[in-house]
């Protein structure tokens, strides 16, 4: 005898999704009343920290730990930012009104704008650098991977910024 139940297919995975804790997770951090702070200086340390290490990998591909490494703590900086930063997590509606949606909505335009030009720009440029500082493919191949690692960056650092520096902090009462 297989087992049976009144629910559709669909209450199933719903109640499996449930048994993840995913979900009232989500629903805990949309109405977590704790004060979304801006990081306006702390963005801007972790963006200029990862700029700096890409530009150090383009201009010393040969001793690439440098830049690397300053990447990398920026990308850390970064991901813990966005926890605590103004925007409110992603696809949550229970706490988030016109306004925030509003702001959500230009902050990720902001970012796909400037990811997008960043990588064309950024594969034109190594497209460039390659042929005149004559890399050979594994060069190529670790820049590219380090433009990507920074586009990822730019997309996690990016809506933090935009928001920060496009409201003004609400004052302590």
Known sequence: MGYRTE????????DLAELTGIPRLTGQLAQDQQ???HLRWPSMIALVLATIGFGL?????????LGTTLLWIGEGIALFLTWFGPVK???????VDERDRALRRDAYFATMTSAT????LGL????????????NRWILIVEMGMLAFYLLLLCSIVPTLYVSWTTRPIEDE
């Open 35 to 37: 004060r979304r702070r």
């Open 89 to 95: 997590p992603w696809g949550t509606t229970q706490g």
């Open 124 to 135: 034109i440029g190594m497209a460039g650098l390659a042929l005149l500082q004559g890399w």
């Open 57 to 65: 990998t383009i201009v010393l591909p040969d001793r690439i730990f």
């Open 7 to 14: 629910k559709s297919f669909a209450a199933r995975m719903d």
């Open 117 to 120: 030009g960043v990588a064309v």
